[in-house]
């Protein structure tokens, strides 16, 4: 793996496969240039990786399995060149696409929703059946936002750009969007607002397809997880997302992504520590 762009860190505990014999690469991706109201989720991967060592089992008692068990490696994060979007943007591209070439799942932690934009385009080439499944509170589906059509705001706007193909992406515990949003959704995604337990009825729409997993933190609740850019009321809370990642497991997931985490928006750290543990059961099921 080209390492050149590559800031090797503290590795997230039980994360210790070389690359060569992983299943999973994490990455660390910390761009959040389009954060429209709060900043502050570039420190996320670093924060994660901490509490992995101070807080954190490896084992899943949910899934009764250990990260230990999955070969993941750690690749560390990504220098990005903060003020320059398509020069952060191109750099996760490259990585990502480097990283299915060599046949292996990336698991991205953000970083803002936008990282998932060059993430979804490496992924689609490598598997152009492609479908994608956004947990998040917004719908992120403006064509522009403040005059740009790239931001984190607009980002599955774009995907669905990039899949040319109506009712690919899968979006749930949404509660957020403008009239025009949601009548675009309505028109070519397939939407289950409020809550996941619509869309875990409907997984089997998924079956053989390989699947991008997408999770913005902000689809939690803010009691739950205050620590994100845009926080939104009425999220959903742990075991929820358990028994939704109990009914994906088994779909064929080729990537996911862990994003808007900013730690230092929750003087407690509880926003943190909630996110490492999150981030744990979604490795269990890709
Ligand atoms: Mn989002
Ligand atoms: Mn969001």
Same mark, same amino acid.
């Given at each position: 793996?080209?390492?050149?762009?590559?800031?090797?860190?503290?590795? /997230?505990?039980?994360?210790?496969?070389?690359?060569?014999?992983?299943?999973?690469?994490?990455?660390?991706?910390?761009?959040?240039?389009?954060?429209?109201?709060?900043?502050?989720?570039?420190?996320?991967?670093?924060?994660?990786?901490?509490?992995?060592?101070?807080?954190?089992?490896?084992?899943?008692? /949910?899934?009764?399995?250990?990260?230990?068990?999955?070969?993941?490696?750690?690749?560390?994060?990504?220098?990005?060149?903060?003020?320059?979007?398509?020069?952060?943007?191109?750099?996760?591209?490259?990585?990502?696409?480097?990283?299915?070439?060599?046949?292996?799942?990336?698991?991205?932690?953000?970083?803002? !929703?936008?990282?998932?934009?060059?993430?979804?385009?490496?992924?689609?080439?490598? !598997?152009?059946?492609?479908?994608?499944?956004?947990?998040?509170?917004?719908?992120?589906?403006?064509?522009?936002?403040?005059?740009? $059509?790239?931001?984190?705001?607009?980002?599955?706007?774009?995907?669905?750009?990039?899949?040319?193909?109506?009712?690919?992406?899968?979006?749930?515990?949404?509660?957020?969007?403008?009239?025009?949003?949601?009548?675009?959704?309505?028109?070519?995604?397939?939407?289950? $607002?409020?809550?996941?337990?619509?869309?875990?009825?409907?997984?089997?729409?998924?079956?053989?397809?390989?699947?991008?997993?997408?999770?913005?933190?902000?689809?939690?609740?803010?009691?739950?997880?205050?620590?994100?850019?845009?926080?939104?009321?009425?999220?959903?809370?742990?075991?929820?997302?358990?028994?939704?990642?109990?009914?994906?497991?088994?779909?064929?997931?080729?990537?996911?992504?862990?994003?808007?985490?900013?730690?230092?928006?929750?003087?407690?750290?509880?926003?943190?520590?909630?996110?490492?543990?999150?981030?744990?059961?979604?490795?269990?099921?890709?």
């Amino acid at each position: 793996m080209n390492t050149t762009h590559l800031r090797p860190r503290a590795p /997230y505990e039980g994360c210790r496969a070389d690359f060569e014999s992983a299943e999973i690469v994490l990455v660390g991706a910390g761009y959040d240039g389009t954060s429209s109201y709060r900043p502050g989720s570039r420190f996320a991967p670093g924060a994660i990786r901490a509490e992995t060592f101070y807080s954190q089992e490896d084992y899943s008692p /949910y899934f009764r399995r250990d990260l230990k068990e999955k070969p993941i490696h750690d690749a560390g994060d990504l220098d990005l060149p903060f003020g320059d979007r398509d020069g952060a943007l191109a750099l996760i591209y490259q990585t990502a696409r480097e990283i299915f070439h060599a046949g292996k799942k990336p698991c991205f932690i953000g970083g803002e !929703h936008l990282i998932t934009l060059p993430l979804v385009q490496a992924a689609l080439e490598a !598997h152009p059946d492609l479908r994608i499944v956004q947990i998040d509170a917004h719908l992120d589906l403006m064509d522009e936002l403040f005059g740009s $059509p790239l931001s984190h705001g607009t980002v599955m706007r774009r995907c669905h750009d990039l899949l040319g193909e109506d009712r690919r992406i899968f979006q749930a515990a949404i509660r957020s969007g403008s009239k025009e949003e949601f009548e675009f959704a309505e028109a070519h995604t397939r939407l289950f $607002p409020f809550h996941t337990r619509e869309l875990a009825k409907e997984t089997a729409a998924l079956k053989g397809f390989p699947v991008y997993l997408t999770l913005d933190l902000d689809a939690f609740d803010p009691s739950l997880i205050p620590g994100t850019g845009t926080p939104e009321a009425g999220g959903i809370f742990f075991p929820e997302y358990i028994e939704l990642l109990k009914a994906l497991e088994g779909l064929n997931i080729v990537g996911c992504d862990m994003v808007e985490l900013a730690p230092q928006l929750d003087p407690s750290n509880v926003s943190t520590i909630a996110a490492t543990k999150i981030l744990r059961e979604l490795l269990m099921i890709v």
